[in-house]
């Protein structure tokens, strides 16, 4: 997937995604594109896409390229991250206070959907977490207000994650 040209807030081509390789491609665009928030819903932390070295270190470079950028992750089922391991973690706990891990309240306990938002107008989206087929886009401004507003909410009624906390011993 060739994304040479795309810019945030610019490219408003809605993009289809089939596999987890485009979904990992897309996330990392996003991601080195943004400049305030990165927001993430997911439901185990989509380790076949967001599980890399790139992603990680784009997300190093988003974090320390000022004070205002700040990552918020939902994250519905830790068990398999903290088993398995994820480059996010340990950034995580490096960076704790710009990256925030927490786990969705009772309300959102059966939301299945993943979904990044970042700087509230790029976005990627899939309706089922186990499987890759989904849109993105890098500049909708109407779905990215809507998915920024879900996550708020959803945010609001979160609560750190014990499981994802014991990992800073």
Known sequence: MNLEG???GETDTLIE?????????VARELIR????????????????????EDI???????????????????VQKSEKVVKQGHRLIPLAHRMSSRISLNKPGFEHR???????????IGFYKRLLS????GVASFKAPVEGRDLRALFIS????????????????
């Open 33 to 52: 594109q943004a400049k305030r928030e990165v927001w993430i819903m997911s439901y185990d932390l989509d380790p076949m896409v967001l599980s890399h």
């Open 110 to 120: 059966d939301y299945f959907e993943s979904f990044m938002v970042v700087d509230g």
């Open 6 to 8: 795309y810019k945030l």
């Open 17 to 25: 995604l089939h596999t987890a390789e485009e979904n990992h491609v």
């Open 154 to 169: 959803m945010w609001q009624h979160s609560e750190p994650d014990p499981e994802l906390r014991r990992l800073r011993i």
């Open 130 to 133: 186990d499987r890759f087929e």
């Open 56 to 74: 990680a270190e784009a997300l190093s470079a988003f974090i320390r390229q000022g004070r205002q950028s700040h990552l918020r992750v939902l």
